[in-house]
C-alpha cells in the first residue's frame, strides 16, 4: 500500500529488560534497576547504529515506507566483528561502538550474545515472542578457524552450515528457505537472484517478533479516515483508542510520541509525531538516541485519546553503501578476515537487509533479516577438492542402509 510514512517506528525493548539480564531466570523475582555496564554499552551501541542508519536510510528512501531492525543488523555485524582482524576489525567495532582492548572486546560480544539470550527468554508473564536465530553459510571446502567456531556457537547460537555455492539455485533455495522458517514465513524470499558462484560464506542474522496490545484496539472502533502524506491526502483505516499512556511533548526537536506496550509489558512501541508544521526528513535528520529512550524511558502516563493506522508494508535493501558511510570500508576492499576463515583472503560484498511489519487491532508481527555475503578478496579462488583416485587396489562393497545388510563385498586388483 502506498501510504508514505509519517510515523516513525522505534520498535525498542524497555529499558528494564536490558538491565535484568543475565540474571533473567526466575521468572518471579521482580526485575532489579541497577543497569549493567557491560550490557548497557551494547544497548546504547544498538541506539546509536539505530539513529545513524536511519538518517542514512531515510534520505535514500525519499518519501518512500522504510524499516529496519537495528538489532538484526548490529548482529549481523557483530559476527563479522568476531571474525576480523587489523583495520576491518577496527572500523567495524567503531560503528558498533564497540569498547578496545582484547578483555573489554571478549565481554562486548559475550554482552551481546546475553542480551540475545535474554530478549528471547520468556517468563511466564511476558506473552510477546522473539526469536533470533543466526546461520553461517559456509562453502563445502572451507573450515572456520576453530576459535571462531567455537564463539559463534558459543555466544551467538550459530547454526552453521556446508554448502555448494556452485550450485546456485539450490544454494539460493537453501538459504531462502531457512530465512523463510526463521521469520514465519513472512520473508519467503530474502534472494530473488542466483547467488554468485564464487560466494564462499554467507552470514544472517534473523529476528521475529510476535506480540498482541496490552490494551489492544476494538476493530469497531477502526474507520476510514484521511491520512495526509506530505504530498496527497489519502484514506486509510486509523485504530482508535483511549487509554493512560506515555507521552512525551519534545519541542526542541518539535515531536510528540507516545509508547504502546505489548502483553507481559516488557515490549513495546513508541509512535513519534513531528509536530503538524514539522517534516519527518528534518526529525530523522537531528534525532538523537536519547530522544527515542526518551520516548520509552516516559513514566508519567496520561490520558489520551490515540488513533493509529493499520499498517503493512516491507522493506529491503543493501545496507553497503550506509555501512561505508559510517566507516566500514576495508571490509568490502581490502578486507582482513583472517580470525574467520584462514585459508582464503575475503571481502563483503554485500549485506542484504529486508524487514516487514504487520501492524493491526491485536498486535504486531514484525521480522527482519540481515545476510552478510563474503567473497574471495581477489578473483576466482579456486580451493581444490580433495582428491580421490581410484587408480589401486580397493575394497567395494554393497549395502542395504535400512537393514544394515551387506550383499556383496569384493576387493579389487584388476578393474577389467
Ligand atoms: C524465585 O524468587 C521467589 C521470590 O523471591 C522465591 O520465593 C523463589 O524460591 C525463587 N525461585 C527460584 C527457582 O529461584
Ligand atoms: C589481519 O589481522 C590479523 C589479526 O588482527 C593480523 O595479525 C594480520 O597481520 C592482519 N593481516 C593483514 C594483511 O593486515
Ligand atoms: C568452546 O571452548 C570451551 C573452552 O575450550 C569449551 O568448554 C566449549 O565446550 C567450547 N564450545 C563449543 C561450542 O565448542
Ligand atoms: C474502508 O474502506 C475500504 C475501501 O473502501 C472498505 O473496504 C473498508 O471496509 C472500509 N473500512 C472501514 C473500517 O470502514
Ligand atoms: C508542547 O510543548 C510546547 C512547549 O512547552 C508547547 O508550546 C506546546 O503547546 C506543547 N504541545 C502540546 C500538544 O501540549
Ligand atoms: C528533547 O530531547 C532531548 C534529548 O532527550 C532532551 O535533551 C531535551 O531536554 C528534550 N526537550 C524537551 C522539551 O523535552
Ligand atoms: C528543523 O527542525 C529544527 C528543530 O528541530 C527547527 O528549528 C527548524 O526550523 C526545522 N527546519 C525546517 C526546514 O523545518
Ligand atoms: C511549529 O508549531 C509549534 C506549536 O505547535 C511551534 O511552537 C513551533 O514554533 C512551530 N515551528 C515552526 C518551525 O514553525
Redesign the pocket.
Given at each position: 500500500m502506498g501510504l508514505s510514512t509519517i510515523i516513525i517506528f522505534s520498535f525498542v525493548i524497555s529499558l528494564d529488560v536490558i538491565s535484568a539480564f543475565p540474571q533473567a531466570?526466575?521468572?518471579?523475582?521482580?526485575v532489579p534497576v541497577a543497569p549493567v555496564t557491560a550490557e548497557k554499552v551494547v544497548a546504547d551501541g544498538i541506539l546509536s547504529l539505530s539513529v545513524d542508519l536511519i538518517r542514512n536510510l531515510h534520505h535514500a528512501v525519499k518519501g518512500e515506507n522504510l524499516i529496519f531492525s537495528p538489532l538484526s543488523i548490529y548482529a549481523a555485524l557483530s559476527l563479522t566483528y568476531l571474525g576480523a582482524g587489523g583495520n576491518t576489525h577496527d572500523e567495524i567495532g567503531k560503528v558498533l561502538r564497540s569498547p578496545t582492548g582484547s578483555n573489554e572486546i571478549e565481554k562486548f560480544h559475550k554482552s551481546l550474545g546475553s542480551l540475545l539470550e535474554s530478549i528471547q527468554s520468556r517468563p511466564e508473564r511476558v506473552l510477546a515472542e522473539v526469536t533470533i536465530a543466526n546461520g553461517f553459510f559456509l562453502k563445502q571446502q572451507l573450515e572456520l578457524k576453530p576459535t571462531y567456531l567455537n564463539k559463534s556457537k558459543e555466544i551467538y547460537k550459530s547454526e552453521i552450515q556446508k554448502l555448494d555455492f556452485t550450485k546456485q539455485d539450490e544454494a539460493v533455495a537453501v538459504i531462502n528457505k531457512w530465512v523463510s522458517e526463521k521469520t514465519q514465513g513472512r520473508i519467503p524470499q530474502l534472494f530473488q537472484d542466483p547467488l554468485d558462484p564464487d560466494t564462499l560464506a554467507i552470514l544472517a542474522s534473523s529476528l521475529y517478533f510476535n506480540g498482541r496490545w496490552n490494551e489492544h484496539f476494538y476493530e469497531s472502533k477502526t474507520k476510514n479516515e484521511t491520512f495526509f502524506t506530505g504530498v496527497e491526502e489519502i484514506t486509510t483505516p486509523l485504530m482508535h483508542n483511549e487509554d493512560a499512556i506515555p507521552y512525551v511533548n519534545n519541542s526542541s526537536l518539535q515531536f510528540e510520541a507516545i509508547a504502546l506496550e505489548y502483553d507481559g509489558k516488557d515490549f513495546s512501541m513508541g509512535i513519534i509525531l513531528p509536530y503538524a508544521n514539522q517534516s519527518l526528513s528534518n526529525l530523522t535528520e537531528n534525532l538523537k538516541p536519547e530522544h527515542i529512550k526518551q520516548v520509552f524511558d516516559e513514566e508519567n502516563c496520561i490520558s489520551i485519546d490515540y488513533k493509529i493506522p493499520r499498517m503493512k508494508f516491507q522493506s529491503s535493501f543493501s545496507l553497503k553503501d550506509s555501512l561505508s558511510a559510517l566507516g566500514i570500508q576495508s571490509a568490502f576492499h581490502a578486507a582482513n578476515f583472517s580470525n574467520l576463515i584462514e585459508a582464503v583472503p575475503m571481502k563483503i560484498s554485500d549485506v542484504k537487509h529486508a524487514a516487514e511489519i504487520v501492524v493491526d487491532e491485536d498486535g504486531t508481527t514484525a521480522s527482519a533479516i540481515t545476510a552478510i555475503q563474503l567473497i574471495p578478496l581477489s578473483g576466482k579462488v579456486v580451493i581444490d577438492p580433495l582428491k580421490f583416485y581410484v587408480n589401486r587396489p580397493f575394497l567395494l562393497a554393497i549395502y542395504h542402509r535400512p537393514t544394515s545388510t551387506l550383499l556383496f563385498l569384493a576387493a579389487v586388483h584388476k578393474p577389467l
Open positions: 531466570t526466575n521468572e518471579s523475582a521482580p
